[in-house]
């Protein structure tokens, strides 16, 4: 357990340079899993070598699955085949990673052994009904605290059903489950969303060479296959490059260029919504990385508009709100958010803490259940609370940049489960960014 660590945000910039973001953590978290579950050894690069993906490595680590990490953002996998993990002699730590707990529910769902998997303070308030209901109807027998929170013991030896499921909530980590849960189904395991989102898990498993049926919106697979190793390459993580985005658009002078930056277009959603707001963002050298969409992104200082930001995009820039508050504190007139109720259950509740934190520094905001209307104008320094939120502490660095006076932001030792050295990276494109260890 790392000590709390309080960081100071004072007015900077311009931002010049040209940076690499650390790799994808979605993509990371599944390249890890299915490289485990694989018949012989895969290469994973670019893997984020953040908190939240170490501790889906070490789960594996602990049900006999032999790591190695040559370099850093390296991993060479011994998959043990579909069959061939280990029962855990220990609970599985997941830390502070939804992700990780959720998918791996879905994949011990079908082990031949008992496995818990506990998580830290956040972690244990998260939502795992939403994964326990469809895991349940498909034969598994998973126990939880009151509310359907962690830790989650789930009970080996189970025989599976294939089902058909349309989750009542648009959500990656709840259709991965399911989808992992039926590699060990007996018959098709099909998912139909609200709204389509990030379709990683599909496309991995096609990459290790399991056949999925899949399209926006639903995905279809059929239990009793074999993984095959393959060689992962982890594009820059969208939603890391995204506090860059927002930094370099809100200080005058700015110029960043963002290199090889992931293009999934579930992933996006922050970047329409800031080029409608007025933004200055182009996209160079656009290719192919492993089958995912990357391109260099140069952003420039431009002034901010407010809008109304469309429903249909939540979905695709569901990590990105804590910067969008920001960028929408300091935008000409109001920016209205509605349908984002989900970020009251991410490691925080997003609206709360960044209304609050973002009213601390002078802005108005009214909050509603499902999204708030903010107010741009001037912000104001002063003292805010990240409320140990890896995304909130980063959004709050990019308010102290521009703020009147600097911005003390309390809890930031979390952006370590995302972000591995945000603060060299940040002061090193101009941020004046320190860090006090409580
Ligand atoms: C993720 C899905 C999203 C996202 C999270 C990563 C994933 O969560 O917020 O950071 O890797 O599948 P939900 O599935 O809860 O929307």
Redesign the pocket.
């Known amino acids: 357990m790392s000590l709390a660590m309080d960081w100071i945000s004072a007015p900077a910039g311009p931002l010049r340079g040209e940076l690499v973001v650390p790799g994808d ?2 993509v990371s ?1 599944r390249a890890m899993m299915l490289a485990a579950l694989a018949d012989g050894t895969s290469r994973i690069r670019g893997f984020l070598e953040g908190e939240d993906t170490r501790a889906t490595a070490e789960a594996f680590a602990r049900m006999g699955v032999r790591i190695e990490a040559p370099s850093p953002g390296e991993r060479v996998v011994h998959g043990v085949g579909l069959h061939g993990l280990a029962a855990p002699a220990r609970p599985l730590d997941c830390g502070n990673s ?2 990780g707990m959720r998918l791996l529910a879905g994949l011990l769902a079908g082990q031949a052994f008992d496995a818990t998997l506990v998580g830290d303070a956040s972690l244990s308030r998260r939502p795992m009904g939403r994964v326990i209901e469809p895991l349940t109807a498909m034969g598994a027998h998973i126990a939880s605290e009151p509310g359907g929170l962690p830790p989650l013991r789930i009970r080996g030896g189970r025989k599976l059903q294939g089902i058909a499921y349309a989750p009542p909530v648009a ?4 259709k ?1 489950a399911i989808l992992l849960a039926g590699l060990y189904a007996e018959g098709e395991t099909a998912v139909r969303e609200l709204r389509p ?2 379709d990683y898990t599909e496309r991995m498993l096609g990459a290790f060479g399991w056949p999925v049926a899949c399209g926006p919106g639903w995905a279809r697979l059929a239990g009793g296959g074999r993984l095959r190793a393959t060689d992962v390459e982890v594009p820059a993580d969208f939603s890391s490059a995204a506090f860059f985005l927002v930094a370099a658009t809100l200080v005058p002078g700015s110029e960043l260029r963002l290199r090889s930056v992931g293009l999934h277009p579930r992933r996006t959603g922050l970047l329409a919504v800031l080029r409608r707001m007025g933004a200055d963002i182009r996209e160079e050298a656009p290719r192919d990385q492993g089958g995912e969409p990357v391109a260099d992104l140069i952003v420039r200082h431009a002034r901010l508009t407010g809008i109304d930001v469309p429903e249909a995009l939540v979905a695709d820039m ?2 990105e709100f804590p910067a969008l508050f920001v960028a929408a504190a300091v935008a000409r007139g109001a920016t209205t958010i509605r349908g984002a109720e ?1 970020l009251r259950v ?1 490691e925080s509740d997003r609206i709360a803490v960044m209304a609050r934190g973002l009213r601390a520094l002078g802005v108005r905001i009214e909050e509603r259940p499902d999204g708030a209307t903010i107010e741009g104008g001037a912000l104001g320094g002063g003292r805010v609370d990240s409320a140990g939120d890896h995304r909130c502490a980063m959004a709050f660095a990019m308010a102290g940049l521009i703020a009147e006076t600097e911005v003390r932001i309390a809890d930031c030792t979390n952006v370590a489960t995302s972000f591995p050295g945000f603060i060299d990276l940040a002061n090193g494109c101009g941020f004046a960014l320190r860090t006090i260890a409580e």
């Not at 959500?171 to 709840?174: F, Y």
């Open positions: 953590k979605s978290h939804g992700t959500s990656a980590q709840v991965s989102t990030r569901i990590d989900e991410k």
